[in-house]
């Protein structure tokens, strides 16, 4: 719109220079003609109205205003002197808007920041509410008037601390994920039809595998010396547990709660057909069946017991995790390699397990 308005005041003010060596009487004429011409216009616009675009309006009001009222009612004009006049009205309280605008329209807006790190105390503390934050974000030194916390914490759709202090599975799982196991069984079939049972036990901070046993016969006495021996294994290691989640199976006896109830570990079920409620070790057992059990004829029992000896050594020792940024259970990610003659010279080798179901790569020693 400015750049139409400069043009239009530009080729206007030319035309004003032409009209200079007019004379009165050429102007007469040139009044009369433009008077025909818009007699013409109007004849052909019948009922409708002549639109003028907003640049427009503003040149005319601008031009059209210092004239009296009663020259303004003797020219031809397309619209009424009183629309003239309130264009020019218009254009006047723009103006005056614009020349009163304060430079800046209310308080700063919160450093980037800050707001992130509003977002952290929240979702690291469910049960703290606005207030709470705000105290903690004076306790360091920061600033900021309370409802502004408020307001950065509705804009993000964050509900009000009753509503989230509400303990959730989910937030269970991540609460308490460095103190939690998890146990299932898994079931195959051996070439010569008998049925096997896995049963495996995952920590869902550090996704250690335990594979406690296998056995075609899973009696509450089995079941229970597997208990024994998890207990004793976690004491030898020096793990801290306090929760074990497992599915509500019949194969799990009462001795099973029991034994770890006295270890201090607390036995949480799942609820019935959730097996999202034990995801972690549900996953496991996917990863198991596609890169093992589906991929190897397990003869009998023996077979299977090293083949998963295998297995959860690769699991434990290799195999990397996204969860855990790509590190292993009992592995760290090394330091990358940055050397650039290094990298000239890898020199990277394969090594096999269960005659190449499972491949692991390692730099040449």
Partial sequence: MLLRLAYLTVTNAFAALRLLPMSDRDKDVEILALRHQLTVLERQLGGDK?????????????????????????????????????????LM??????????????????????????????????????????GELAALGIKIAASTVWEILKAEGIDPAPDRSVTTWANFLRSQADALLACDFIETVTLAGQRQYILAVIEHATRRIRILGTTAHPTAHWVSQAARNLVMDLEDTGATVSHLIRDRDAKFPALFDQILGDAGIQ????????????????????????????????WNERHLR????????????????????????????????????????????????????????????
């Avoid at 996204?322 to 050397?339: F, G, K, S, W, Y």
């Avoid at 080798?349 to 499972?358: A, C, E, P, S």
Wanted: proline share 7%; with cysteine.
């Fill in 50 to 90: 002549a639109r003028f675009a907003p640049q427009d309006r503003v040149f005319l009001a601008a031009l059209l205003a210092q004239l009296p009222r009663d020259v303004l009612g003797r020219l031809r004009l397309l619209v009424r002197p009183d629309t003239v006049l309130r264009w020019h009205r218009d």
């Fill in 267 to 298: 036995v949480v079920l799942c609820g019935i057909r959730v097996p999202r409620m034990n995801s972690i070790m549900e996953r496991w057992v996917q990863t198991c069946r596609r890169e093992l059990l589906d991929r190897t004829l397990i």
């Fill in 306 to 365: 090293q083949a998963l000896h295998e297995f959860e050594q690769h699991h434990n020792l290799h195999r990397p995790h996204q969860a855990m940024n790509q590190a292993a259970p009992l592995r760290a990610v090394p330091e990358p390699i940055t050397d650039p003659r290094r990298i000239a010279r890898l020199d990277i080798r394969r090594h096999d397990r269960l005659g190449g179901v499972i491949h692991e790569y390692r730099h040449a020693s």
């Fill in 93 to 134: 309280r723009q103006r005056h808007a614009r020349s009163c605008r304060p430079k800046r329209a209310g308080r700063p807006p919160t450093v980037r920041s800050i707001r992130v790190l509003i977002l952290r105390l929240v979702r690291e503390n469910p049960s703290w509410g606005y207030r709470r934050v705000h």
